[in-house]
Antibody, heavy 122, light 108 residues
């Protein structure tokens, strides 16, 4: 069974850094694209970007390029989403998502993690 | 960037058919995927490639896509179908996902 297990809720102050994680299990982690989706409170879904853990090929949404860093460590089957300087506007639920087809990026989010709530407040 | 337009809300009586639209420029030439999100839960893929259902999704859920409009149709609506629904495409021009704004389905 494919599972995406995300790290727990985080609270930070503006200007602080943060790295949240998503551990994949039940499949061959290096060979499936895995991405991140943001959902601000009461708002819709926003796709942030995606990474192929096998070679770290990464694509970003224009809206998030330069704002976050997506990475992966295939040795421990874990993907990451990282901020160097958080803002209050980063307060949101963040979901990791996985493509359904091995080696293929088609923008289909078949598997979802449970979400990580990030709260940024002074 | 490609834009997908959904109505903010749709209401339907139990047992009736709900149609949720997703507008986009020549969207009929794209592959459209649909997600259901219930309050407090992660989204669930309910339709992929315009009209395919992932394993476990009831046959009551179907989709169509032509011209400038894709449509998610839910037949014999149940109270448990009340949720937000999002359409989505892959923008081949810029290699990223585009979501519609979402539609809140209310079951009267």
């Amino acid at each position: 069974e494919v599972q995406l297990e995300q790290s727990g809720a985080e609270a930070r102050k503006p200007g602080e850094s943060l790295k949240i994680s998503c551990k994949g299990s039940g499949y061959s982690f290096p060979y499936y694209w895995i991405g991140w989706v943001r959902q601000m409170p009461g708002k819709g879904l926003e796709w942030m970007g995606i990474i192929y853990p096998g070679d770290s090929d990464t694509r970003y949404s224009p809206s998030f390029r330069g704002q976050v860093t997506i990475s992966a460590d295939k040795s421990i089957s874990t993907a990451y989403l990282q901020w160097t300087s958080l803002e209050a506007a980063d307060t949101a639920m963040y979901y990791c998502v996985r493509e359904p087809y091995e080696g293929s990026i088609r923008g289909i989010m078949l598997y979802w993690g449970q979400g990580t709530l990030v709260t940024v407040s002074s | 960037s490609y834009v997908l337009t959904q109505p903010p809300s749709v209401s339907v009586a139990p047992g009736k058919t709900a149609s949720i639209t997703c507008g986009g420029n020549n969207i009929g030439s794209e592959s459209v995927h649909w997600y259901q999100q219930k309050p407090g839960q992660a989204p669930v893929l309910v339709i992929l490639y315009n009209n395919d259902r992932p394993s476990g999704i009831p046959e009551r859920f179907s989709g169509s896509n032509s011209g400038n409009t894709a449509t998610l149709t839910i037949s014999r609506v149940e109270a448990g179908d009340e949720a937000d629904y999002y359409c989505q495409v892959w923008d081949n021009n810029s290699d990223h996902v585009v979501f519609g704004g979402g539609t809140k389905l209310s079951v009267l």
